[in-house]
């Protein structure tokens, strides 16, 4: 578990993990792009697929700001490739399947549900500038009005 939580000014741990479609994607593979690194729970859940939805209807305004978006669960690839044939997702899905990503970026967390306690994806957004470092961390996100924050952050970076 990472002991720090990350903070901006830190150096954005590298990421590279399989993705929907097919291949492998890195954070290397964007030097020089702002990268909106996005954790959620699960595909196709309610929460989940209307923040993929809302980043997949602001795509063009993110790559008008210089950025890519990349969303990160540990769901397995054909499950990815399901969710985005579903609702016809413009965005990379990357795989974390065995969490050493979630890790690093101190998304997998202790969740508590009904007095129930598990272990889970927090819902946490990254920005990620063009120099590899972290600009802004949202964590704990709220879905609603979210995406046009991230947005927002974007363009002022």
């Not at 540990?74 to 990379?92: E, G, N, Q, T, W």
């Not at 969740?111 to 946490?124: F, Q, S, V």
């Not at 470092?133 to 979210?146: C, L, T, Y």
Request: a negative charge.
């Amino acid at each position: 578990m990472t002991s720090q939580p990350l903070q901006a000014g830190d150096a954005a741990p590298d990421v590279s993990l399989p993705r929907d479609g097919e291949g492998t994607l890195s954070l290397g593979d964007f030097a020089g792009k702002k990268v909106v690194l996005y954790f959620y729970p699960k595909d196709d859940t309610p929460g989940c697929t209307k923040e993929a939805i809302s980043f997949t209807e602001m795509a063009d305004d993110f790559a008008a700001a210089g950025a890519v978006v990349l969303g990160v669960s540990k769901d397995p690839v054909k499950k990815h490739d399901k969710f985005r044939d579903k609702y016809d997702l413009k965005i990379a899905l990357l795989s974390d399947a065995d969490g050493d990503v979630c890790e690093r970026y101190g998304t997998w967390v202790e969740k508590n549900m009904y007095g129930k306690t598990y272990m889970g994806i927090e819902r946490a957004t990254f920005l990620i500038d063009c120099d590899g470092k972290i600009a802004r961390v949202w964590r704990k996100v709220k879905v609603p009005g979210h995406v046009e924050e991230v947005l927002e952050a974007t363009r002022s970076l």
